[in-house]
């Protein structure tokens, strides 16, 4: 009974109101020419490659010690913000993310708020009639990432979404949602079962959507990308749900790494 209420009368009006809410925002942004600050599809940026780091909490995230960011901005979702010891450019965290684990407002420049990355994002994209309706509101890589496409940014690399689950722990998970640690250590307590990111709750829960459809969900994300006019690069050395490009030829960002080592150093 209660099923079916929640589908015949509970989610029709949540969607009514969310699709009136949506409206309201993208009257705000073009009233208030709020489109100016975000990108113009189609259009070549001028100068230099605009760059962002876009980092999760997956073992990869740690990975940018490696790398020469000069000419980069970063922007940290949820916990991947313990991985810099300096002040990011950006932060965004879900709606739902623990409050005793939101960082002090020095350790970023700026919030990116559910304004930005979710109605901003959709109102960009009508405005633009780029033909798709953004993947907003599925998981917090998603979110940030078409903030970041619908952004000035040319290039986008990644690290930290690995999505390479510890099937131990996915066998354990089963769709059960809490954000409580001393339940999460209570259920993920076996041998084998270590977490599978270096920071936060350490649970699948993008597999919630299926592997499959959480493929397909990125394969769209890649394809939007050409559309807004922008690259995705995936500089992860780690192998899970592996969608995005790799670059070929990395040797230009790592960090002390001689002449000679340069001219092998490459992406596989």
Not at 99 to 109: I, S, V
Not at 169 to 189: E, I, P
Not at 234 to 260: A, Q, Y
Request: aromatic share 14%; glycine share 6%; proline share 4%.
């Amino acid at each position: 009974m209660l099923k079916y209420l929640k589908r015949t009368l509970y989610n029709p009006i949540r969607n009514s109101v969310k699709r009136l809410k949506e409206r309201i925002y993208f009257n705000r942004f073009v009233q208030n020419e709020t489109y100016q600050h975000y990108r113009q599809p189609g259009k070549a940026q001028q100068g230099k490659p605009s760059r962002l780091l876009f980092v999760g909490s997956g073992k990869s995230a740690l990975e940018y010690k490696q790398y020469d960011l000069s000419g980069f901005q970063i922007l940290a979702v949820n916990n991947s913000i313990k991985a810099f010891d300096q002040s990011v450019d950006y932060y965004l965290c879900s709606t739902n993310f623990p409050r005793e684990n939101k960082p002090a407002q020095n350790r970023y420049c700026t919030l990116v708020s559910k304004v930005q990355y979710r109605y901003d994002v959709l109102s960009h994209a009508l405005y633009h009639k780029l033909g798709f309706r953004p993947q907003i509101g599925k998981t917090i890589f998603l979110d940030g990432l078409y903030w970041a496409m619908a952004n000035c940014f040319d290039e986008i690399y990644l690290l930290g979404f690995d999505h390479d689950y510890n099937k131990k722990r996915v066998a354990k998970w089963q769709g059960k949602y809490t954000t409580d640690q001393t339940s999460l250590s209570t259920l993920f307590n076996g041998e084998g079962e270590e977490p599978d990111a270096f920071y936060g709750q350490n649970t699948p829960d993008p597999l919630r959507h299926g592997e499959d459809n959480l493929i397909n969900m990125f394969e769209k994300a890649k394809e939007h990308a050409r559309q807004y006019g922008c690259k995705i690069y995936n500089l992860s050395s780690r192998r899970g749900i592996d969608v995005f490009d790799r670059p070929t030829e990395i040797s230009h960002l790592l960090k002390n790494v001689s002449s000679k080592e340069q001219s092998t150093v490459t992406l596989m």
